[in-house]
């Protein structure tokens, strides 16, 4: 390959230079080198902090109207936004489809890899149609090389119908980020595997679902401060550490705490409100449906 060849490749896929004798390094130079690398994804998220503030701001201003966030990918990127949006409904107590995730194959390429689905633009387009897209949704593409046909094709149908889009790749002058509204290039450079972009670039793509799931339901007043107040407390654990946070929050004693929690069924705001408010958890719900779901609103209106 010639110095111009390498130079065109998209740089996912291309060597990593230094690196040609890896398989002769010892173990522990191999774990230096390779946490070496992993540590430069946060400084390549920060080159794009700017377009990751406003694809939150503009994703949450959608939910708001009643939009959704829906993450689209193929393989690694698909299986990526997958496991965000499966965390957001414990951790925020907010319902399974609000966020949601399209892989490339559908959900047997969860475990087993679909490779050909992800040249199908068909397919996009039908994964798409199937859930009822509509301009208040938000559509966050993934693809590392940031080519990929069916996250791309996807993103194009999606801007058409007038959704939000998104694309997040792992080079810069990508379709993806060129056919996107927002487009997010988190450029990490090349691989410790050459082209194995379940490295870097997957740990950059978690990093920035991470980062938009996370701060769209920070906007959406689904914390209180640092706290996921509206998690759902659906087994012993998380019924503990509903307890821990009532406790933190309003510093009353552990009976206080689980009988607010007990006729609150869980639900961290509505104990706050009881034991605050010295209302009962009835008038406690209506109160913070009346502030859109914020625990600190809720507080301080009643004040």
């Not at 540590?39 to 708001?64: N, Q, W, Y």
């Not at 993450?71 to 299986?79: K, N």
């Amino acid at each position: 390959m010639t110095d111009g060849q390498a130079m065109t490749m998209p740089v996912t896929e291309r060597r990593l230079a230094g690196t040609e004798d890896l398989d002769l390094l010892s173990t522990p130079d191999l774990v230096r080198l390779m946490t070496a690398q992993d540590r430069t994804v946060p400084d390549a998220m920060a080159e794009v902090a700017t377009e990751i503030a406003a694809a939150v701001d503009a994703i949450s201003d959608r939910m708001r109207r009643g939009g959704r966030l829906i993450y689209l990918g193929a393989g690694s990127a698909g299986r990526i936004g997958t496991l965000d949006a499966s965390e957001i409904p414990p951790t925020f107590g907010v319902g399974p489809g609000l966020v949601r995730a399209l892989i490339a194959g559908g959900p047997g390429a969860l475990i087993s890899a679909v490779e050909a689905a992800e040249d199908s633009v068909e397919m996009a387009v039908a994964d798409l149609t199937g859930i009822d897209l509509t301009e208040l949704d938000s559509v966050v593409g993934l693809s590392a090389s940031g080519t990929t046909p069916y996250t791309v094709g996807g993103v194009r149908h999606a801007r058409a119908l007038g959704a939000l889009t998104v694309g997040v790749a792992c080079n810069s002058g990508t379709p993806l980020a060129a056919d996107a509204e927002i487009g997010i290039e988190v450029v990490v450079g090349p691989e410790l595997l050459a082209g194995s972009t379940r490295l870097k670039a997957g740990t950059a793509q978690k990093l920035v679902c991470n980062t938009l799931s996370t701060l769209v339901m920070i906007r959406l007043h689904r914390t209180y401060g640092n706290l996921m107040v509206h998690m759902n407390a659906t087994n012993q654990k998380l019924y503990a550490r509903a307890h821990r946070l009532v406790e933190l929050i309003t510093g009353r004693g552990e009976l206080e705490v689980d009988t607010a929690l007990r006729a609150a069924q869980g639900s961290v705001p509505v104990a706050v409100l009881v034991l605050q408010l010295g209302v009962d958890a009835a008038t406690a719900r209506r109160r913070l449906a009346a502030a859109d779901g914020s625990l600190r609103d809720a507080l301080s209106a009643s004040a």
